[in-house]
C-alpha cells in the first residue's frame, strides 16, 4: 500500500500507476508572504512606468516649446533689424526720451509712496522678528532667574546637609546643629 505524500498542508493523492498529480494552487503568489508576496515590487514597477510616461511628455512639451522660443527668436533678430535702419532710427529716440521723462516725473512728484504688497510683507515680517527676539529675551531672563534660584537652594541644601551630618567621635548626630536648623524654621514659619 502506498502512503500519500504530505507537502506544506496540501495532500498529493497517488494513484496505483507511477503518475502523480502536482497541487498547482489557484493564485499564482510570488514574494514572501511576510514581505508582502510581491506587491511591493509591482507598486514599484507601477511608480517606475508613470514617472517615465510622464517625462516622456515633458520631454515632448520642452522640444515643442523651445521650438517655438526658436521661431521667436528669429522673428525677433527680424524687427531688430527692421528697426535697426535708417527710417525707423528718429522715432526710436523720441520714444527713448519719452520713457526718461515719465520715470523723472514719477520720481520727481511729491506723493506718498504706496506700500506695495511686498513691502506689507516684509514689515509684517519684521515685527514678528522684533517680537521673535523679545520672547526669546525673556524667555533667557526666566531661564537664568530659575537657574539662579536652583543655585542659592543647592548651595544652601549643601551647606544645611553638611552641618547636619556632622557626627561626634563616637558616631553620635550633634544636636547643636540640629536645634539651629529646627528654631531657624519655627522663625521663618512665623514671619
Request: glycine share 4%; charged share 40%; no cysteine.
Amino acid at each position: 500500500m502506498v502512503k500519500p505524500h504530505v507537502s506544506k498542508g496540501k495532500q498529493l493523492i497517488h494513484s496505483s500507476s507511477s503518475r502523480s498529480r502536482n497541487y498547482k494552487p489557484f493564485h499564482k503568489v510570488f514574494g514572501n508572504v511576510h514581505e508582502g508576496q510581491g506587491y511591493a515590487d509591482k507598486r514599484k514597477r507601477k511608480i517606475i512606468n508613470q514617472y517615465r510616461k510622464i517625462r516622456k511628455h515633458m520631454l515632448k512639451e520642452k522640444k515643442e516649446s523651445s521650438q517655438q522660443m526658436h521661431d521667436e527668436k528669429t522673428d525677433k533678430t527680424r524687427t531688430v533689424k527692421e528697426e535697426t535702419s535708417p527710417k525707423f532710427k528718429q522715432p526710436r529716440k523720441e520714444a527713448v526720451s519719452i520713457i526718461k521723462e515719465k520715470k523723472t516725473k514719477r520720481t520727481d512728484g511729491n506723493r506718498k509712496s504706496k506700500l506695495t504688497r511686498f513691502s506689507k510683507v516684509e514689515m509684517e515680517f519684521k515685527q514678528q522678528k522684533l517680537i521673535k527676539e523679545k520672547q526669546a529675551q525673556e524667555a533667557q531672563k526666566i531661564r537664568e532667574e530659575k537657574k539662579a534660584a536652583l543655585d542659592r537652594y543647592k548651595s544652601s541644601k549643601r551647606a544645611r546637609h553638611k552641618k547636619l551630618s556632622q557626627k561626634s567621635k563616637k558616631g553620635q548626630p550633634i544636636m547643636k546643629y540640629h536645634v539651629e536648623h529646627l528654631l531657624k524654621k519655627i522663625k521663618s514659619d512665623k514671619l
